[in-house]
Structure formats: structure tokens, C-alpha cells
């Protein structure tokens, strides 16, 4: 929103329920199966309570949520010194979070990128495993799970879900504004939130309302593991009633001073959406040939590895901004969203409040390990490696 423009409330809504279905549905049919002026919100263990906010008025994406998905590929970098100079002739390798092509890509036409290359690289790497080791499923493990999470050269895709939300920072009693990526189950208990509360015929969600939005509780248990370390709620409040104290849900209107900090952020749409590029593609294909060089895979340059590659020079677009739908972010300044290739700068703006740290522009050094999905990259079989590049290149 331009700052000289007259603020009207009514402009911010509720997201209809539909719309978050339709992320939904593009995440479901995207992500492979089988088997700037603020920073971003970091969870700490125990209770945090968030808002989450409606969309920015004026985004062409009509849903308050956008999903990030991105591989951590080791690279080859320069060291630099204390003060930030590059050593000459010393470099060391990173694990550098690298978009995936078919959520974050656009044509020229604006249409979704129909392939991503580390998504065809581990189509084929399973396929070959598989007959390799046809009668050896323990031996297909061991070799296929270097691929996941929690090994340190792990390459399969990890998501996020990406919303504004006010996050409350206890040492400073106030709500404050952030871009929360959530881990998937986060999302989940959302989702189930959603359907507990889902009575009355209501068109839109629990949660974004600026006047009837519910604020939720997310408690994260660091002892535990996987799906169990997070819990997600509505908070409840007590209330003195006529049969005593009452628990109830407490609805927490957002005020005009928190709408009008939202509207000058870039939308959540835009941050994430047409971000993919051919410098993008380069860090791929360098984090893939690291990886296929150190396991012996030889899967860089055969013939399907060669057609997807081709299809994505062809299409992916030679800077980040170029094609329509991924233009307008010039307020925000996230780190890794505005450096025209689609990798994380692992710096820029971000407030010093408590709880707050990089997000998508995060970076890990080799041996750390970014929390991550475990999911495996679809595979057909058919003649040659069978892979998806054929289905979706075909006749094209």
C-alpha cells in the first residue's frame, strides 16, 4: 500500500477457506510424494502465541499463506576474513538453501515451471537404486537414505508454510510483526483447528479476520521428536458467568496502527512466487554434481538429466523479476528473496526484537542440518530411467 494512501480498514479481510484449499491443493500436487523490513519469526520452546494476519490489500494472491520449498545443496565458497574480505585462493563448501523451480518458476507466460531438477535427479537416482538393488532392500536404504534427512549431504526438498503473523514478545509486552515460515506440522494443526471449529457455515478462516481472528498457541517441546514437538491451539481465556469461571476462545481484534505496518509490506504472494531463474538453476546443477560426484551416481549428463536441463534454460527466466508476477517486490527486502537467483543471501534487513531471525535467506554450514520433510521424489517406471521429465517434456 502507498503510504499516501488513505488507510481503509475494510480492505483487510479474512481468507476464505476456499482459497486456503486451493494452496493446499497446489502444494499436494506439486510437492513429489512417495513413501523486508521485518524479520522473520523464530519459535522458541515452551509457549508462543501468534496472530496470524490477513492477506496485504492489493496481492494478486487471495490466500494469507504461500508455500516455500527449497533444497540445501553443498557449494563451493570463499572464506572471507573478520572484516569480511575474500582470501584469496581459500574456500570452503556450504549447504546454501536453493529454491525449487516447480513452486517458485514462472514462464515467460506466467505459468509454473513444469519441472525442477532436483526433483528429476532423484527420480532417477531411485529408479537405478531400486534395480541395482532389486533383492537387497537393506542395501537400497543405505544408499537411498543419503539422499534424506538427517544425513549431512541430504538434497531432498524441505517446506515451509509462509504467513505474516504478530508474533508476542513477553520481555517487550507487545505484538510484533514477522514472516513466520511454519514447519508442515504447524500447518497441520491448523488445518485441524479449522475443521474442530468448522460449524456455523462460515466462508472463511478461524484465524485472519482483523476483527474476529483467533490468535493461537504454538508449543514447541524440544525433548520431543517429529510430529510430537509441536502443539497448536486456540488460547483460551477465563471468564466469571453466572455458573462460575469459564474457559472461552478470545478473539483478538488487530488494531489500525498493526494493519496499516502490514500494508507496507511486500505480499507473502510475491515473496515467494516467480523466484526461480537460470542463476538458480546453475546452483543446482553445482550442488547436484557435488553430490553425484561424491556417491558415484554418474547421473549428471545422461540423457534425462540433459532434457531437463534444457527445458529449464529454455523456460526459467535470466533474473528474478523479469516475467510478470514476480516484479513488484521492491518494498520488503527479505534476505534471498531480491538477489536475482534464487539463492539465500544469509544476510539483510531484519529487526533486533526477541524471537526474530533470517528465514528463506538462511545459510548452514555442511554440517548442520535445517529441519526438513523426509518425503521421497515420485518415480514411474517405464523403458530408459522412466523418470517424470519424460511425462512432462513429451510433445512439448
Known amino acids: 500500500m502507498e503510504r499516501d494512501k488513505v488507510f481503509n480498514r475494510k480492505e483487510f479481510r479474512g481468507t476464505k477457506l476456499s482459497e486456503v484449499a486451493k494452496a493446499n491443493e497446489r502444494y499436494d500436487n506439486l510437492f513429489p510424494k512417495k513413501g523486508g523490513e521485518h524479520g522473520y519469526v523464530k519459535l522458541t520452546d515452551g509457549e508462543n502465541y501468534l496472530r496470524i494476519c490477513p492477506v496485504v490489500p492489493g496481492s494478486a494472491g487471495k490466500s494469507y499463506l504461500e508455500v516455500s520449498v527449497k533444497s540445501f545443496m553443498s557449494m563451493k565458497v570463499p572464506i572471507k576474513d573478520d572484516e569480511g574480505n575474500v582470501l584469496p585462493g581459500q574456500s570452503k563448501f556450504k549447504k546454501l538453501p536453493v529454491l525449487n523451480a516447480k513452486f517458485h518458476g514462472l514462464t515467460a507466460s506466467g505459468e509454473p515451471l513444469k519441472v525442477d531438477l532436483v526433483d528429476e535427479y532423484l527420480n532417477i537416482l531411485h529408479l537405478r537404486l531400486k534395480r541395482k538393488h532389486k533383492d537387497n532392500k537393506e542395501a537400497f536404504n543405505e544408499e537411498w537414505d543419503k539422499t534424506k534427512y538427517p544425513s549431512v549431504d541430504s538434497i531432498h526438498p524441505s517446506s515451509r508454510w509462509c504467513m505474516y503473523v504478530l508474533q508476542y514478545i513477553e520481555l517487550e509486552e507487545k505484538w510484533v510483526l514477522g514472516l513466520f515460515e511454519a514447519p508442515v506440522t504447524v500447518k497441520r494443526g491448523l488445518d485441524k ?69 502490514l500494508a507496507e509490506q511486500p505480499p507473502v504472494h510475491e515473496l515467494y512466487r516467480g523466484r526461480y531463474n537460470k542463476e538458480t538453476l546453475e546452483q543446482q546443477k553445482e550442488g547436484l554434481s557435488f553430490f553425484d560426484k561424491k556417491y558415484g551416481h554418474g547421473i549428471v549428463g545422461c540423457s534425462e538429466w540433459c532434457r531437463a536441463v534444457e527445458y529449464l534454460e529454455r523456460e526459467a527466466p535470466s533474473a528474478t523479476g523479469e516475467y510478470e508476477g514476480s516484479s513488484k517486490t521492491s518494498k520488503g527486502g527479505f534476505p534471498g528473496m531480491n538477489n536475482g537467483n534464487g539463492i539465500a543471501n544469509g544476510s539483510g534487513p531484519g529487526i533486533t526484537s526477541v524471537g526474530m531471525v533470517s528465514g528463506p535467506g538462511t545459510t548452514a554450514e555442511v554440517n548442520e542440518v535445517p529441519e526438513r520433510t523426509t518425503t521421497v521424489a515420485s518415480v514411474t517406471e517405464e523403458e530408459g530411467d522412466g523418470t517424470s521429465i519424460d511425462n512432462i517434456l513429451n510433445g512439448l
Request: charged share 35%; hydrophobic share 25%.
Open 193 to 261: 483447528l479449522e475443521k474442530v471449529y468448522e460449524g456455523g457455515g462460515r466462508e472463511t478462516d478461524l484465524f485472519t479476520d482483523p476483527d474476529n481472528g483467533y490468535p493461537v498457541k504454538v508449543v514447541l517441546d524440544k525433548t520431543k521428536k517429529g510430529n510430537e514437538m509441536y502443539n497448536v491451539t486456540i488460547p483460551k481465556q477465563s471468564k466469571q458467568t453466572e455458573n462460575g469461571m469459564e474457559d472461552f476462545m478470545a478473539k483478538r481484534p488487530m488494531s489500525n496502527e498493526q494493519l496499516m505496518e
